[in-house]
C-alpha cells in the first residue's frame, strides 16, 4: 500500500465519514514508511556486495598468502560474519543482521571451495556445493530469513549446474533433496508469505525438468513431475498455500502444449513416455486431484488438468490440433473463472493463456502461406485487440465488483 495513496485517500475517507480522524491515525500507524523500512532492501543488497567482494579478494591473492593464514583468514570472516549478525539481530536489526550472516555463509561456500584448492583435492561430484546450499538452508530456517532461502534456493541450482556440465550430465539428486525436501517446509516457519511457496515450486518444477533432461528420458516425461507437484498441491491446506505451489506447475504444462503446437510439425513429433507408464500415472493422480477438489467443493477446477491430457498418443496428424484445443479450452476456463470469482490476478492468468494459446493459433496456421511483413502485421493489430478487449472486460467487471462491495 502506498504511503501517498493511502494519505489521499484517508482525508477523503474523513470527510465521507466512513472513518474518524483517531481511526484514520490508527491505520496509517500501521503502515509507518519509517526510514529504516523505506531502505530495507539496502542492507541486503550490502550484504550480498560484501560477500561476493570478500570471495573475490580471496581468490584474486590466494596463491599469495600461506596456507595457515589462509584458512585463519577464511575461519575469522566467517565467525565474525555469524556473530556480528547474530549481535544485531538480537538487536532487533533484522535486516542489517541478515545481511552481515549471509557474508558468513558466503565465507563458509567459498572456503570450503578453496580449501579444495589449496590441498589439490579431487571432485567426484556436487558435494561441496550440496552442503553449501545445506547450509544456506539450515541458516535460513535459524534466521527465519526469506532473502537467505532465495539464496539457498539459488545454491541448490549452482550445484545441479555444476553437476550437469562437469560430471557427464550427472544429476544431482543430493541438491534436488536439498530443495525438494529441506526447503520444502520453510512456508511452516514463516507463514504469511506468498513468495515462499511459489519460489519453491518453481524451483522443483525447473530441477524436474533438468532431471527429464539429463536422463534424456521422452519428451512426455516432462508432464509427469508437473502432474505430481499439482496433484500433491490439491492435498494443501489453504487457497493461497494451494495456488502458490500449482500455478507453476500448470503454466510450465501449459507451456509444454503451446511447444507442442507450434514445433510439433517442424522438429517431428514429441516422443511420448510409454502409455503403461504414463496413463496409470496421470490417472491415479487425477484421482487424487479429484478426491481433493470434492472434499473441498471445487470440482469444476478439475478443467486444471487439461493440459496434461494424453493427447502424445493420438495420430502424429492430431496432436497439435488436440494441444491447441485443449490450450484455449484452458485459457477461456480460467478467464471465465477469474470473472466468475472477480478475482484480479486469475483474470490476469486467463488473459495471458488466451493471449498465448491465441498467438500459437496464429503461428501454427498462418507462418507457412503468409507474407512475413503482412503476417507481423496482423499479429499484432490481432494481440493489441484482443489485450484492449480483454483488458476493458477485466475494468468492467472488477468496477461493478467493487461498486457491488460498496453497497
Keep these: 500500500m502506498s504511503r501517498k495513496w493511502l494519505a489521499r485517500e484517508g482525508d477523503r475517507w474523513v470527510r465521507e465519514e466512513i472513518v474518524t480522524p483517531e481511526q484514520l491515525a490508527r491505520i496509517r500507524a500501521l503502515y509507518d514508511d519509517s526510514p529504516e523500512r523505506s531502505v530495507g532492501v539496502l542492507p541486503l543488497l550490502g550484504g550480498l556486495l560484501l560477500g561476493l567482494g570478500v570471495l573475490s579478494f580471496v581468490a584474486a591473492?590466494?596463491?599469495?598468502?600461506?596456507?595457515?593464514?589462509?584458512?585463519?583468514?577464511?575461519?575469522?570472516?566467517?565467525?565474525?560474519?555469524?556473530?556480528a549478525g547474530g549481535r544485531l539481530l538480537a538487536r532487533g536489526h533484522e535486516r542489517l543482521g541478515v545481511a552481515i550472516a549471509s557474508v558468513g555463509l558466503f565465507a563458509f561456500g567459498g572456503g570450503m571451495?578453496?580449501?579444495?584448492?589449496?590441498?589439490?583435492?579431487?571432485?567426484?561430484?556436487?558435494?561441496?556445493?550440496?552442503?553449501?546450499?545445506?547450509?544456506?538452508a539450515a541458516l535460513?530456517?535459524?534466521?527465519?530469513?526469506?532473502?537467505?532461502?532465495?539464496?539457498?534456493?539459488i545454491l541448490t541450482f549452482v550445484a545441479q549446474g555444476y553437476s550437469l556440465s562437469a560430471f557427464g550430465g550427472r544429476f544431482s539428486w543430493a541438491a534436488f533433496a536439498v530443495l525438494a525436501l529441506g526447503l520444502a517446509w520453510f512456508d511452516f516457519v514463516r507463514r504469511g508469505s506468498r513468495l515462499v511457496p511459489a519460489l519453491w515450486s518453481i524451483g522443483v518444477v525447473g530441477q524436474t525438468l533438468l532431471l527429464v533432461l539429463a536422463m534424456e528420458w521422452p519428451f512426455g516425461a516432462m508432464f509427469v513431475p508437473m502432474a505430481l507437484l499439482y496433484a500433491a498441491g490439491d492435498l494443501l491446506r489453504g487457497d493461497r498455500l494451494r495456488r502458490a505451489v500449482q500455478w507453476p506447475a500448470l503454466a510450465a504444462a501449459f507451456l509444454f502444449a503451446l511447444g507442442i503446437v507450434l514445433f510439433a510439425g517442424p522438429?517431428?513429433?514429441?516422443?511420448?513416455?510409454?502409455a503403461w507408464v504414463y496413463v496409470p500415472a496421470l490417472l491415479a493422480l487425477f484421482a487424487v486431484s479429484a478426491y481433493a477438489k470434492r472434499r473441498r467443493g471445487d470440482a469444476l477446477s478439475l478443467l486444471d488438468w487439461l493440459p496434461f491430457a494424453p493427447f502424445l498418443y493420438a495420430a502424429p496428424s492430431a496432436v497439435p490440433v488436440l494441444y491447441l484445443v485443449a490450450a484455449f479450452a484452458f485459457a477461456l476456463y480460467a478467464l471465465l473463472r477469474g470473472y466468475e470469482e472477480e478475482s484480479r490476478p486469475r483474470i490476469n492468468a486467463g488473459t495471458a493463456a488466451f493471449l498465448l494459446a491465441t498467438m500459437a493459433a496464429y503461428f501454427k496456421l498462418t507462418w507457412a502461406f503468409l507474407d512475413k511483413s503482412l503476417f507481423f502485421l496482423i499479429g499484432g493489430a490481432l494481440l493489441l485487440a484482443l489485450s484492449g478487449f480483454l483488458g476493458r472486460r477485466k475494468k468492467v467487471v472488477l468496477r461493478e465488483?467493487?461498486?457491488?462491495?460498496?453497497?
Design 61 to 83: 591473492n590466494w596463491q599469495e598468502l600461506a596456507n595457515e593464514l589462509r584458512l585463519a583468514l577464511l575461519l575469522a570472516v566467517m565467525l565474525a560474519a555469524y556473530a
Design 113 to 136: 571451495i578453496l580449501v579444495h584448492q589449496m590441498f589439490h583435492m579431487v571432485m567426484y561430484g556436487a558435494a561441496t556445493l550440496v552442503v553449501w546450499s545445506a547450509a544456506g
Design 401 to 407: 465488483a467493487t461498486k457491488e462491495e460498496e453497497r
Design 267 to 274: 522438429l517431428g513429433a514429441p516422443t511420448p513416455l510409454d
Design 140 to 153: 535460513a530456517y535459524a534466521l527465519r530469513s526469506r532473502y537467505l532461502y532465495v539464496i539457498a534456493i
